[in-house]
C-alpha cells in the first residue's frame, strides 16, 4: 500500500521512549520529562489577548494571503531591524510559514531535483534529512563533532559531492548540541556556498533563547549572506507558541519566490488570527523573552551543578533550552537514557535519535521547574552509573 518514501524511513525512536515513559507511568512511577523540545509556560497574556480579538473578526476566516499577511511580514521584518539590524523588504524578502518544520520540511521541493544533494548535519533536527529525501534529493551527512565545537568541517566535503550539492542546512544556536556559531564560521560559510553554488538555509528556531548576555549573529547579517541564503525564524520557541504552527523566512528574493511558488500549490497559508497574535508578539515590548531566557538560566544552573556532582563533565551552553551531555563510560545513549528512566524515572532523549554521530551524548530539554530539575538530579546522585 505505501509508497517507498515512508517505507523507508527508519523506526521513530521517540515513539519507543513515549510508550516506555507511558508503561513507568503506568506503574505509578513519578516521570520527570526532560525528553521534549517543547516550552512548558504558557503563551504570555497579551498575545493570547491578541488572538482572541482577531478570531472574533469574521475578516480573519477566510483564506489568508499564500505569501502571509503584509502587515505580519512588515512586523517580521521591523522586528529583524530591531533585534539584529537587517534590512529586509517586507514584500518580497520574507515569506509566512506555517511553523518553520514546515517550512524546513518543504524547502527542498524548490530547490532538489532527483539525485541532487542537501548538505545535512547530523545529530541534526531529523526533518533537513527526511524533507530532502521526500523531494527525491540525497542527504549527505556532516558530521557535527565535539573536537570541532560540533560546527561543520566544510574542507571535509568531497568534490563529487559538492557537484550534485544544491542546498545547506545550518541550525545555531543548536539542537540538540546546544553550539554556537560566530560571524567567522558564517562568512566561511557565505564563502563556500558562492564557490560551490549552494542555496543555504540556516533554521534559527533558537535565535532569542540565550543567556550570560551572549547574543546570537544572524547569519544574514553577514555580507553576501542575503545572496546566498535564507534564515528562518520561528515564534514557538521564542514565545511559547509551538502550539499555535507561526513562523518566517527571510532572505534572497529568488529563494523566498521560488519557495513561494512551492508553499502556494500545497497550502493555502496560516490562519491571519494566528499571524495577527503573531504581529502582537513581534512588536510588543519583548521583556517576556527576557523574563523567560532568565527561568531557564536558572533551570540550566540546576541541572549543571548536578550533572557535574556526578561527574559527568558538562559545560554550561550559552543558548538553547538543551544540555547536550557525554554519557558515563560503559554506556551508549540508549542504554543510559534507559537507565536513567528505569533507574530514576527521568526521561531525557538518546544522542542517536538525532543521527549517528549523536550516539554517546543524550540531551536534556529545560523544560520543567527548577524544583523538579532538582529533584531529578536528587535521583541521579543515587544511581549506580
Ligand atoms: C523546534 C524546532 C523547530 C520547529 O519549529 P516550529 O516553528 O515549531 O515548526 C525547527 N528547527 C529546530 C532545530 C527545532 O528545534
Known amino acids: 500500500m505505501y509508497s517507498d518514501r515512508i517505507t523507508s524511513l527508519p523506526p521513530y525512536l521517540f515513539a519507543t521512549i513515549d510508550a516506555a515513559k507511558a508503561n513507568m507511568k503506568a506503574k505509578g512511577v513519578d516521570v520527570i520529562d526532560l525528553g521534549v523540545g517543547d516550552p512548558d509556560q504558557p503563551t504570555p497574556p497579551h498575545i493570547v489577548d491578541s488572538m482572541c480579538d482577531a478570531v472574533r473578526n469574521p475578516a480573519t476566516h477566510r483564506y489568508p494571503s499564500y505569501t ?37 520540511a518543504h524547502l527542498p521541493l524548490a530547490f532538489i531535483n532527483p539525485g541532487d544533494i542537501a548538505l545535512c548535519p547530523d545529530p541534526a533536527y531529523p526533518v533537513y534529512k527526511i524533507g530532502t529525501e521526500f523531494a527525491g534529493g540525497k542527504a549527505h551527512i556532516m558530521p557535527l563533532l565535539e573536537e570541532n565545537d560540533f560546527l561543520p568541517d566544510l574542507e571535509a566535503i568531497s568534490k563529487d559531492v559538492l557537484a550534485k550539492t ?31 553554488n549552494i542555496v543555504v ?57 521560488g519557495f513561494g511558488k512551492v508553499k502556494s500549490n500545497i497550502d493555502s497559508g496560516a490562519f491571519d488570527a494566528i499571524q495577527m497574535a503573531g ?64 533507574e530514576a524515572g527521568i526521561v531525557a532523549t538518546p544522542g542517536v535519535g538525532f543521527g549517528e554521530h549523536g550516539e554517546g551524548y543524550i540531551r536534556f530539554a529545560l523544560t520543567q521547574t527548577a524544583e523538579r530539575i532538582s529533584e531529578a538530579v536528587g535521583r541521579m546522585e543515587k544511581l549506580t552509573i
Open 68 to 104: 502571509g499577511m503584509l502587515s505580519f511580514r512588515e512586523a517580521a521584518t521591523n522586528w529583524c531591524k530591531e533585534s539584529r539590524g537587517l534590512d529586509l523588504d517586507p514584500a518580497t524578502e520574507a515569506l509566512t510559514l506555517i511553523g518553520s518544520k514546515e517550512g524546513v
Open 166 to 196: 544544491k542546498m545547506m542546512f545550518l541550525n545555531y544556536p543548536n539542537n540538540p548540541t546546544s553550539a554556537t556559531a560566530d560571524t567567522k564560521f558564517f562568512e566561511e560559510v557565505v564563502q563556500f556556498a558562492r564557490e560551490n
Open 201 to 257: 538555509i540556516h533554521d534559527n528556531a533558537y535565535s532569542e533563547m540565550c543567556y550570560d548576555g551572549y547574543k546570537a549573529p544572524s547569519f544574514l547579517s553577514v555580507d553576501g549572506a542575503m545572496e546566498v541564503g535564507m534564515e528562518l525564524y520561528s515564534l514557538s520557541k521564542t514565545y511559547n507558541m509551538t502550539g499555535w504552527r507561526l513562523a518566517f523566512a527571510v532572505g534572497n528574493k529568488e529563494a523566498i519566490q
Open 279 to 342: 504581529i502582537t508578539a513581534l512588536s510588543s515590548s519583548q521583556q517576556c523573552v527576557a523574563d523567560m531566557n532568565k527561568i531557564y538560566e536558572e533551570r540550566r544552573d540546576v541541572l549543571l551543578k548536578g550533572l557535574n556532582g556526578i561527574g559527568l563533565d558538562v559545560k554550561a551552553p550559552k543558548a538553547t533550552f538543551y544540555v547536550w551531555t557525554p554519557v558515563p563510560d560503559g554506556h551508549d545513549s540508549i542504554g543510559f537514557s534507559k537507565l536513567l528512566l528505569e
